[in-house]
C-alpha cells in the first residue's frame, strides 16, 4: 500500500473543506484535500444559495469573496402567502439591519478550488476515504481507495472531516459521542428550473396541499420546494403537474403568474437534523455536514461550515505553528451555541411553513392555523426583529 503525508488531511472538498484548505494553505500549513467525487460533480452539485452576512465578511477576511461579489447580488426581502392573503418582510431594515448575499453553492465551490490550486494546493478527486485509523493517537492515518482502485494510505497529524453525515469522519467517531437526531416528518421535492426568478423576494407558501419555496439563484435559474408525501420518488411528478402545483400552491392566479422552463434537476429531501458532541475525538475534528445536519428550511448548513472552517484552521494553525493548542482544545465550546442557534430557528421555520401537528400534506391545515403564526410574524415588530437576526444570522 502507497503511504503518503500531510500535516492535515481533509476529507470532502464542500465549502468547509475548501474554506479550511485555503486558509491553512495561506497560513503555510501542509494539508491535501481527498474528494471522493470528480471535479466535474463538485463543481455542479446544486445545493444552498444564500450566504449570511457573517459568512460574507468571513469570506472577505481571507480573500475568498472576489466571485461573490462579481456575480453574486444582495438580497433582503421574504414574502409569504397564504390563501387568505400576502405580506412581506424586508428583513435588512429589521434585527441587526443585514442582508443575504445569493449565490449558488457550486459557483462558491468552483472559486474556493480554484484558489486553493492556483496557490499550489493538492486536491485528490476519486479519493474515496475508506476509514480514518488511530484517531485517539497523534499519528492518525485514512485509507483511500483512488480512482483506478488502487488503495494509498495518508498518515497525518490532524483529520479534518468535512465528507457529510455518511462520510469516513462519522463512523470513525467511538460509541460515547453524544448523538441527536430529529426526523421532521416533512419531505420537499427539490426542483432547479431552468427560468428566471418570478419573485424579486423569497417566496414561502402554506397551502393545504403542502408547503411551496421560491428561492432565486441566478438570473435565469431559480430554485423550487414543493412539500410530497415521504417516500415520493424525485421522478413521480411529471413537469405538468410540478407547474399545476406551483401554481395553486403559490397563488399564480391571484398573484401573478410564474416563469416556466424546464426542469434540470430535482431531488427529494426528507428534513432531518442530527448533531454530534463533541465536534472533536483526540486528532479528528468535524466541521460542516459531518459536525451536523441541518434541515434547508433556513438555509443556515453551508454558512455553519463557513464559520466553523475559519474557527478550525486558526486552531490548527495555531497548534501546528506556534504549539498552542488552547484552540483545539475548546473548538467544540466555541462551535455548538451556534450550531444549537441554528437548529431551533430551523426547527421554528418547519413549524411556521408546514404547521405543528400533521406534517404530511392534508386536505386543511389545523383550525386556527396558520393564520395565527403569520399573523403574530407580520403585525409584531418584536417578533420581525427576532426573525430577522436569526434568519440573516448564524
Keep these: 500500500m502507497d503511504e503518503r503525508t500531510a500535516d492535515v488531511v481533509i476529507l470532502g472538498a464542500g465549502p468547509a473543506g475548501l474554506v479550511l484548505a485555503n486558509l491553512l494553505r495561506r497560513?503555510?500549513?501542509?494539508?491535501?484535500?481527498?474528494?471522493?467525487?470528480d471535479r466535474e460533480h463538485v463543481q455542479t452539485r446544486a445545493r444552498a444559495g444564500f450566504l449570511a452576512a457573517n459568512s460574507v465578511r468571513v469570506l472577505d477576511r481571507h480573500g475568498l469573496s472576489a466571485g461573490l461579489h462579481e456575480r453574486g447580488h444582495t438580497h433582503h426581502t421574504c414574502e409569504?402567502?397564504?390563501?387568505?392573503?400576502r405580506f412581506r418582510l424586508d428583513y435588512s431594515g429589521l434585527g441587526l439591519g443585514e442582508q443575504h448575499t445569493v449565490y449558488?453553492?457550486?459557483?462558491?465551490?468552483?472559486?474556493?478550488l480554484a484558489q486553493f490550486l492556483d496557490s499550489g494546493g493538492q486536491v485528490r478527486f476519486g479519493a474515496e476515504a475508506l476509514a480514518v485509523h488511530d484517531a485517539d493517537g497523534e499519528r492518525?492515518?485514512?485509507?483511500?481507495?483512488?480512482?483506478?482502485?488502487?488503495?494509498?494510505?495518508?498518515?497525518a497529524r490532524y483529520v479534518a472531516g468535512c465528507d457529510g453525515r455518511h462520510g469516513a469522519a462519522r463512523t470513525a467517531l467511538p460509541p460515547t459521542t453524544r448523538y441527536q437526531h430529529r426526523d421532521h416528518q416533512v419531505s420537499w421535492l427539490g426542483l432547479l428550473v431552468e427560468a428566471p426568478p418570478s419573485l424579486d423576494a423569497v417566496g414561502y407558501a402554506v397551502h393545504p396541499r403542502g408547503f411551496a419555496g421560491h428561492m432565486a439563484r441566478t438570473a435565469t435559474t431559480t430554485r423550487y420546494y414543493l412539500q410530497c408525501e415521504r417516500g415520493t420518488p424525485a421522478d413521480a411528478w411529471s413537469e405538468e403537474r410540478i407547474w399545476e402545483e406551483l401554481d395553486l400552491r403559490m397563488g399564480?392566479?391571484?398573484?401573478?403568474?410564474?416563469?416556466?422552463?424546464?426542469?434540470?434537476?430535482?431531488?427529494?429531501?426528507?428534513?432531518?437534523?442530527?448533531l454530534l458532541e463533541p465536534l472533536r475525538h483526540g486528532s479528528l475534528l468535524l466541521a460542516g455536514d459531518a459536525a451536523s445536519l441541518l434541515s434547508p428550511s433556513a438555509a443556515k448548513g453551508a454558512n455553519l461550515a463557513i464559520?466553523?472552517?475559519?474557527?478550525?484552521?486558526?486552531?490548527?494553525?495555531?497548534?501546528l505553528l506556534r504549539a498552542d493548542p488552547?484552540?483545539?482544545?475548546t473548538y467544540s465550546e466555541r462551535c455548538l451555541p451556534y450550531i444549537h442557534r441554528a437548529q431551533a430557528f430551523s426547527r421554528w421555520m418547519i413549524d411556521l411553513l408546514h404547521g405543528?401537528?400533521?406534517?404530511?400534506?392534508?386536505?386543511?391545515?389545523?383550525r386556527g392555523w396558520p393564520r395565527a403564526d403569520l399573523a403574530s410574524l407580520r403585525d409584531s415588530r418584536a417578533e420581525q426583529d427576532w426573525f430577522a437576526e436569526h434568519y440573516v444570522g448564524v
Design 140 to 155: 492518525p492515518s485514512v485509507s483511500v481507495r483512488e480512482g483506478d482502485g488502487t488503495t494509498t494510505r495518508w498518515r
Design 27 to 37: 497560513d503555510g500549513v501542509d494539508c491535501v484535500v481527498l474528494e471522493r467525487a
Design 252 to 274: 399564480a392566479q391571484k398573484y401573478g403568474p410564474l416563469h416556466r422552463g424546464p426542469v434540470i434537476q430535482r431531488t427529494v429531501v426528507d428534513l432531518q437534523s442530527d
Design 80 to 85: 409569504f402567502r397564504t390563501e387568505e392573503g
Design 104 to 112: 449558488p453553492q457550486q459557483h462558491l465551490v468552483t472559486d474556493l
Design 307 to 319: 464559520l466553523e472552517a475559519e474557527l478550525l484552521a486558526g486552531a490548527l494553525a495555531d497548534d
Design 326 to 329: 488552547r484552540g483545539l482544545d
Design 356 to 366: 405543528p401537528e400533521g406534517r404530511d400534506p392534508a386536505p386543511a391545515p389545523p
